[in-house]
């Protein structure tokens, strides 16, 4: 009896090891699909958040990174864990607003962009640019705030796309040339 249960406890070893072995076929990816240079960058910030939980600039850069690869879901935890240290930081409610949208969900987008605004608005450190932008971001994620942009893209993009109003601008034309004068002969 002693030897079938080890017997047993063999076969199962090595079908466990057969079931759960990767094929010889996969292909393993960085689950951060950008440069190496921003991967490593990424390493710096997280070991500054690590030492200095409060930095806001490193949290910003970080959650811009993980939103250029993709991550929503990482960025929203890094600007939550900075809100808590700088709740009246429009910078971090700005990229909280684009986090969300990324994911499609509207209403939070929305409401994050709202805040921003707000706080941009009482903030000394918010300059014209800033301001218009999330003026911008506001009213066009008013516009798709009730839409449940999973299932139904293609109108969030239709009213995305009325909110933005997307023009032609033509380049200017090039002056033309002034009239040479006609050298004078001389005789």
């Known amino acids: 009896m002693g030897i079938t249960r080890i017997l047993d406890l063999i076969v199962v070893l090595l079908l466990a090891t ?3 072995m990767p094929r010889p076929d996969a292909s393993v990816k960085p689950a951060l699909n ?3 240079e921003r991967r490593e960058r990424v390493a710096e910030l997280q070991a500054v958040l690590v030492g200095h939980p409060d930095d806001a600039a490193a ?3 970080l959650a811009n990174i993980f939103l250029d690869g993709h991550r929503p ?4 935890e890094i600007v939550a864990t900075a809100l808590k240290f700088h709740p009246d930081d429009f ?8 986090a969300y949208a990324d994911r499609f969900e509207s209403a939070p987008a929305y409401s994050a962009a709202q805040d921003a605004l707000a706080l941009c608005e009482k903030s000394a450190g918010c300059d014209d640019a800033s301001h218009s932008r999330l003026a911008l971001l506001v009213s066009t994620l008013k516009s798709v705030a009730g839409v449940d942009m999973r299932d139904k893209p293609y109108l969030a993009k239709d009213r995305i796309f009325q909110a933005l109003h997307p023009v032609y601008v033509p380049r200017p034309k090039a002056p033309k040339p002034a009239a040479k004068k006609p050298a004078p002969v001389v005789k």
């Open 18 to 20: 057969i079931i759960l």
């Open 34 to 36: 950008v440069d190496a």
């Open 59 to 61: 949290s910003i850069e």
């Open 73 to 76: 879901d990482w960025a929203l």
């Open 91 to 98: 910078r971090l409610q700005h990229v909280r607003a684009i």
